[in-house]
T-cell receptor, first 112, second 115 residues
Framework: QKEVEQDPGPLSVPEGAIVSLNCTYS??????FMWYRQYSRKGPELLMY????GNKEDGRFTAQVDKSSKYISLFIRDSQPSDSATYLC????????????FGTGTQLKVEL | DAGVIQSPRHEVTEMGQEVTLRCKPI?????LFWYRQTMMRGLELLIY????????DSGMPEDRFSAKMPNASFSTLKIQPSEPRDSAVYFC?????????????FGDGTRLSIL
């Protein structure tokens, strides 16, 4: 079993839809939770991060963490075609330097 | 501001050849990471360095892979001999080290095809 599971998609939604992207993890040592966005033929870039259970909002994006269920989510409101990308969750434990464990990524397409 | 710079952007070579991928991290960053990304396995950490010293190379698939960081501004990942199953996109990332969340900044990758 992988440490981090993420549905690869692809996920196709109409413009303006609310998008929900999710990851589950098995290692309770993970304490820091990140979402990276990767456009085609580019490297991933950090979108949001959090280290506590609950919600964190940044504009149209909300990151949600449920440590008891080992479940993290990224919600995108009023999705735009420019949000079309692959979204990867990334998790970090307090020890181990800055080593991240990534999900495989969910490919999202927002259509006009 | 210059980001992480990788070269070459694309590499096509025949199996058995030596391949060298290069990375220049962001100035001032003291952690450097090499990743491999494929459709099947996603983004896998191969090796990472702190202050030019390899800290964790448990992700290096086999002895054909080697990585060096001779100074704070340059790193290489070498595959010798290369095999078709090494075909993937290889990313380099750099960050500051420390507690908490230190964002990793990625280059745009090297797309490697081994024929």
């Amino acid at each position: 079993q992988k440490e981090v599971e993420q549905d690869p998609g692809p996920l196709s939604v109409p413009e303006g839809a609310i998008v929900s992207l999710n990851c589950t993890y098995s290692n309770s040592a993970f304490q820091y939770f990140m979402w990276y966005r990767q456009y085609s033929r580019k490297g991933p870039e950090l979108l949001m991060y959090t280290y506590s259970s609950g919600n964190k909002e940044d504009g149209r994006f909300t990151a949600q963490v449920d440590k008891s269920s080992k479940y993290i989510s990224l919600f995108i409101r009023d999705s735009q075609p420019s949000d079309s990308a692959t979204y990867l969750c990334a998790l970090k434990s307090p020890g181990g330097g800055n080593k991240l464990t990534f999900g495989t990524g969910t490919q999202l397409k927002v259509e006009l | 501001d210059a980001g992480v710079i990788q070269s070459p952007r694309h590499e096509v070579t025949e199996m058995g050849q030596e391949v060298t991928l290069r990375c220049k991290p962001i100035s001032g960053h003291n952690s450097l990471f090499w990743y491999r990304q494929t459709m099947m396995r996603g983004l896998e950490l191969l090796i990472y360095f702190n202050n030019n010293v390899p800290i964790d190379d448990s992700g290096m698939p086999e002895d054909r892979f080697s990585a060096k960081m001779p100074n704070a501004s340059f790193s290489t990942l070498k595959i010798q001999p290369s095999e078709p199953r090494d075909s993937a996109v290889y990313f380099c990332a750099s960050s500051l080290s420390g507690t908490g969340i230190q964002p990793q900044h990625f280059g745009d990758g090297t797309r490697l095809s081994i024929l």
